[in-house]
Structure formats: C-alpha cells, structure tokens
C-alpha cells in the first residue's frame, strides 16, 4: 500500500556500511521501521541520510506492506525546518533525551493523530523558545496522558504517589509510594502549560530527582521500556 504521511524521526540506527534502519512516527500508520539501502553512500538520490537526525519533521512517501517487517521508504523530505533544536547544546541534549524516551514508549502501529499532534506542537515550542528549563518534565507528564497513565489528582492534598495506581493517598502501602519535596513538585506541574511550566522554580537536583521520579513512571506503566542511555548526559549538563 502506498502511503504519504508527515511522519517523526525516533531512531537511526547504521545497518552494514551503506544503509540505515529508521524507525518513524507517523501520522497515518503510528510507529514503523524502514530500510534505506544505500543511502549512506548516495549522494543523488531521493532520500539523504542528512534527514534523519532525532525528531526532525518529515514529509514521507512509503510503500507499507503491515507484516510486522521492514517498510520501504520511497520519497523522504524535509517538513518544517528548526531553527535552534540543533545548535542550543541543551536543547540538543533535550531531543536526543525525547527521542529515545519516545523510541521506548510508543509500540503501536496505528494512527493516533492526537499524540502526533501533541508531539509537533510540543517540538516546535521548545525550537521557539528561549526559557524551556522544566520543558521535558512537563513534556513526559503530559506525554503519559496521550499514552494512558496521566496521574489521578481528585486527591492531590495527599502526601503519597502512588506509582502503580498513578493517584495520590494518605500513606504507603507497598515500595512503589513514594511522597515528600519530589512529590511535591510533581503536583506543581499537574495541569500546566509549557508557557508557565518555567514559573516552577526549582534546583538542578530537585529538577533530576524529578526527572528520575517519572522515568520510574514509565518503567512501571510500560512494558518493556528501557531507561534512555542518554539521561547521563541530560543530567550533568542540565541547569
């Protein structure tokens, strides 16, 4: 089936010495793998390896057959350019951190345009923008929405989150509540928007301590999901 979709680069991976794997977002068909023979070597055809870097918007051509196999990527062009996504050294430490979060958190392969939607508004924000210090905390919160484990906060006056649940209570009852400043800061963030999530004042431990909290998140509510390689490196350079 032939198909043109806008489409998100998650991950590039070399394949032998002149191909690549890349695996997209797209709007139309949700997550798919795609096989670029040659590309790494071509300097004339339609598709240029220069493309593929983590989160760019595209506009693509593909031939799917929906086997569950590599798809072939016909036509591949550039849809809306960023202007400081890859020249802002943290705002480029954020996109390798959001790509692989996402390269670890969608599984679908299906349409689901809100999410899609959410992730180029999102995107195209943070390349607008100068003051983006809470950007990725709010970012995976509201990202847990779009994949069906948003926090409950009908009782957000109670000091315990409760990470299965994904709610808040009046005590512990098992290893996975958690409560005290993380938490705290956690329901400062519930509801707000990426314009007011740098009213949020807080420390770069706090910031991390945060950060590791919704990981954790993650980890529970999704089968499978790997902590990014890349958080390291988010951490040290992160203010």
Known sequence: MLITTSAIVLQTIKYGE??????????????????????LKSKRGKIRASLFQPLTLLEIEASHK??????????????????????????SSLVLFLSEMLKNSIQEEE??????QYLVSSFLWLDNHDSFANFHLVF????????????DD?????????????????????????????????????????????????????RSE????LIRYFEVHLHGFKK???????NEIYQ
Not at 30 to 37: R, V, W
Not at 111 to 116: A, H, I, S, V
Not at 210 to 213: G, K, N, Q, V
Not at 228 to 233: E, F, G, T, V
């Open 154 to 206: 009908s009782l957000l006056s109670e000091p315990y989150f409760n990470l299965i649940e994904g709610g808040f209570q009046s005590n512990k009852d098992h290893e996975h509540c958690v409560s005290g400043a993380t938490v705290i800061l956690l329901k400062s963030l519930l509801g707000i928007t990426f314009d007011t999530s740098s009213d949020i004042k807080m420390s770069k431990n706090s």
């Open 210 to 213: 945060l950060l590791m909290l």
């Open 18 to 39: 002149s191909d690549l794997i890349v695996k997209l977002f797209t709007n139309s068909s949700g997550l798919k793998s795609y096989l670029l023979k040659g590309v």
């Open 140 to 151: 995976l919160l509201k990202l847990s929405q779009y994949l069906g484990f948003y926090p």
């Open 66 to 91: 929906n086997k569950g196999s590599l798809e072939r990527l016909r036509e591949a062009r550039l849809q809306q350019p960023y202007q400081t996504l890859y020249t802002d050294i943290l705002k």
């Open 111 to 116: 349409e689901n345009k809100t999410l899609y």
């Open 228 to 234: 990014p390689k890349s958080l390291y490196i988010l």
